[in-house]
């Protein structure tokens, strides 16, 4: 098959494209500079521009453009987050939909979604929420709309925290347990959304394959872990000590409205997912964790 990213430089970006490529797929990438190799098309999201014959010879366009969500949420930051997805995921909804024969369009999305909601389980029909995440994504997904109206069929990622060795999110959270000075977030009993690299990658691929798949889908574990089991797996899985708790309102301070991410709750559960069939590698917390460790 042949696919189309953006994105492709991002960490996710980079794995997709590898994973593709060992199974013997075409994958053109979408660059803002000028094209170094033929697998790669220049493009200009904050103007519009697009090569749309590159969009209409691919089979599969994936949308995984977005700045780094990993460093303070100030003001001025805000608006690059909201920008960096929301324009890009215009361009190539609105290029798109001016296709003829449009292909597949799957776009990433987030489970900050859902915002903070506490114990209550989460579904992809489960209404957004009120944070600044939640707002971002709906932005995010509403971006999509000049393609769907036009007939495109779009499949929306809403993606938790990936667990891989080399991610930075995963060393992130790694290195207070590695250094002995790991420990819950807050209460600890908010659910954390997250799934492990393998199924991320297993679940783009069974979705793209899947006759009239289309709409939101939950990427994250079966199984909801909250934050003091986070913290319990990596402390085991390490062999290190989890009695530290970083309290709130230091969380807060040190990264602004990044804050509500990592003290909101999200009992998120991938049921269309689960009810298309997809089988998990690794459905629980430990399990993607150890996966994790087990690269490196």
Same mark, same amino acid.
């Given at each position: 098959?042949?696919?189309? #990213?953006?994105?492709?430089?991002?960490?996710?970006?980079? +794995?997709?494209?590898?994973?593709?490529?060992?199974?013997?797929?075409?994958?053109?990438?979408?660059?803002?500079?000028?094209?170094?190799?033929?697998?790669?098309?220049?493009?200009? =999201?904050?103007?519009?521009?697009?090569?749309?014959?590159?969009?209409?010879?691919?089979?599969?366009?994936?949308?995984?453009?977005?700045?780094?969500?990993?460093?303070?949420? /100030?003001?001025?930051?805000?608006?690059?987050?909201?920008?960096?997805?929301?324009?890009?995921?215009?361009?190539?909804?609105?290029?798109?939909?001016?296709?003829?024969?449009?292909?597949?369009?799957?776009?990433?999305?987030?489970?900050?979604?859902?915002?903070?909601?506490?114990?209550?389980?989460?579904?992809?029909?489960?209404?957004?929420?009120?944070?600044?995440? &939640? $707002?971002?994504?709906?932005?995010?997904?509403? @971006?999509?709309?000049? &393609?769907? !109206?036009?007939?495109?069929?779009? #499949?929306?990622?809403? /993606?938790?925290?990936?667990? $891989?060795?080399?991610?930075?999110?995963?060393?992130? +959270? %790694?290195?207070?347990?590695?250094?002995?000075?790991?420990?819950?977030?807050?209460?600890? !009993?908010?659910?954390?959304?997250? #799934?492990?690299?393998?199924?991320?990658?297993?679940?783009?691929?069974?979705?793209?394959?899947? =006759?009239?798949? @289309?709409? %939101?889908?939950?990427?994250?574990?079966?199984?909801?872990? /909250?934050?003091?089991?986070?913290?319990?797996?990596?402390?085991?899985?390490?062999?290190?000590?989890?009695?530290?708790?970083?309290?709130?309102?230091?969380?807060?301070?040190?990264?602004?409205?990044?804050?509500? !991410?990592?003290?909101?709750?999200?009992?998120?559960?991938?049921?269309?997912?689960?009810? &298309?069939?997809? !089988?998990?590698?690794?459905?629980?917390?430990?399990?993607?964790?150890?996966?994790?460790?087990?690269?490196?």
């Amino acid at each position: 098959m042949r696919y189309v #990213i953006s994105g492709a430089s991002g960490y996710l970006g980079r +794995m997709l494209r590898s994973d593709l490529a060992r199974s013997g797929h075409d994958v053109t990438r979408l660059v803002r500079v000028p094209p170094r190799s033929p697998d790669e098309s220049r493009w200009d =999201p904050s103007a519009g521009v697009v090569d749309r014959d590159v969009l209409a010879a691919a089979d599969v366009v994936v949308n995984l453009s977005g700045a780094n969500i990993g460093r303070p949420w /100030t003001p001025p930051y805000k608006r690059v987050l909201m920008s960096s997805r929301v324009d890009t995921t215009g361009t190539l909804a609105r290029a798109l939909a001016a296709l003829p024969t449009p292909p597949l369009f799957v776009s990433q999305s987030a489970v900050g979604y859902y915002g903070d909601a506490g114990d209550r389980e989460l579904e992809e029909s489960s209404p957004a929420g009120s944070t600044y995440a &939640a $707002e971002m994504a709906r932005a995010w997904e509403d @971006a999509t709309s000049p &393609a769907t !109206e036009a007939g495109v069929r779009v #499949i929306l990622l809403r /993606t938790g925290v990936v667990l $891989e060795a080399e991610s930075t999110a995963f060393r992130l +959270m %790694a290195l207070p347990f590695r250094l002995g000075l790991g420990g819950r977030f807050g209460s600890g !009993e908010q659910y954390f959304g997250t #799934i492990g690299l393998a199924d991320w990658l297993g679940a783009v691929r069974f979705l793209v394959d899947l =006759p009239n798949a @289309a709409g %939101a889908y939950n990427l994250t574990l079966p199984v909801p872990p /909250t934050n003091a089991e986070v913290t319990a797996a990596f402390g085991a899985l390490l062999r290190r000590p989890t009695f530290l708790t970083v309290p709130g309102g230091l969380v807060r301070l040190g990264v602004g409205d990044l804050a509500d !991410e990592l003290l909101g709750s999200r009992r998120i559960v991938p049921r269309r997912l689960l009810d &298309a069939g997809y !089988e998990f590698s690794a459905p629980n917390i430990t399990a993607a964790i150890a996966a994790a460790l087990a690269k490196r």
